[in-house]
């Protein structure tokens, strides 16, 4: 759920070149705070994905060795960023399996963003880099997830109802990216993330 500064309509744009380097900034902040707590940063969701409509908001990811929620919410706390506090921002499955999270929204006033501190080498931190990859390499299921997503934001305004439709969806494009990724035989290297020192 958005804090009260994040209320807004959910508006899907076209894709902008600016995203990656806000991304950059936005991954040299969190690696200032996190110190080498991060195996790395990476930008994934919409707009990691060239040429793909998305909200204006960014989607990082936090790749942790393991989390230890007192401590991030202290670290990114100094730094104005605000733990989500509801139960699905702690934790996801992916695959069956429940995996921990963290999510965070940035400070008051700062550039739309959403963190996600995940643990390195779990499925959830793995099905965020091949959602983005496959999107990146797949042009027809980028086209058409980018159709279906500003058809859904323009007749669903609403952020939660939003959300809540487009959670199946999302479960039968990444079917498609389980395939492509056993026909190229993807992994989930060190893709494009910003590795931390």
């Known amino acids: 759920?958005?804090?009260p500064d994040e209320r807004r309509p959910v508006a899907v744009v076209d894709h902008r070149a600016t995203w990656a380097e806000e991304f950059t900034l936005l991954a040299g902040l969190l690696r200032r705070a996190l110190?080498?707590?991060?195996?790395?940063?990476?930008?994934?969701?919409s707009t990691s994905v060239p040429g793909l409509p998305a909200k204006d908001c960014l989607d990082v990811q936090v790749r942790m060795n393991a989390l230890d929620e007192a401590r991030e919410v202290a670290l990114l706390a100094?730094?104005?960023f605000?733990?989500?506090?509801?139960?699905?921002?702690r934790s996801e499955t992916v695959g069956g399996t429940v995996c921990r999270k963290l999510v965070f929204a940035p400070p008051p006033g700062a550039r739309a963003c959403n963190v996600h501190l995940r643990e390195n080498g779990g499925p959830n931190a793995?099905?965020?880099?091949?959602?983005?990859d496959y999107l990146r390499a797949a042009e027809p299921a980028r086209r058409a997830w980018g159709a279906f997503?500003?058809?859904?934001?323009?007749?669903?305004?609403?952020?939660l109802d939003y959300g809540r439709i487009k959670?199946?969806?999302?479960?039968?494009?990444?079917?498609?990216?389980?395939?492509?990724?056993?026909e190229t035989g993807w992994s989930p290297g060190a893709g494009e993330g910003v590795v931390a020192p």
Do not use: Q
């Open 35 to 45: 110190g080498e707590l991060p195996v790395a940063v990476d930008h994934v969701g």
């Open 82 to 89: 605000r733990c989500r506090p509801e139960p699905w921002n």
């Open 149 to 159: 997503k500003r058809r859904l934001a323009a007749s669903v305004p609403d952020l």
């Open 78 to 80: 100094a730094i104005g």
């Open 126 to 132: 793995r099905y965020a880099l091949l959602f983005r």
């Open 167 to 182: 959670a199946p969806a999302t479960d039968i494009l990444m079917a498609g990216a389980e395939r492509w990724a056993a």
């Open 1 to 3: 759920m958005p804090f």
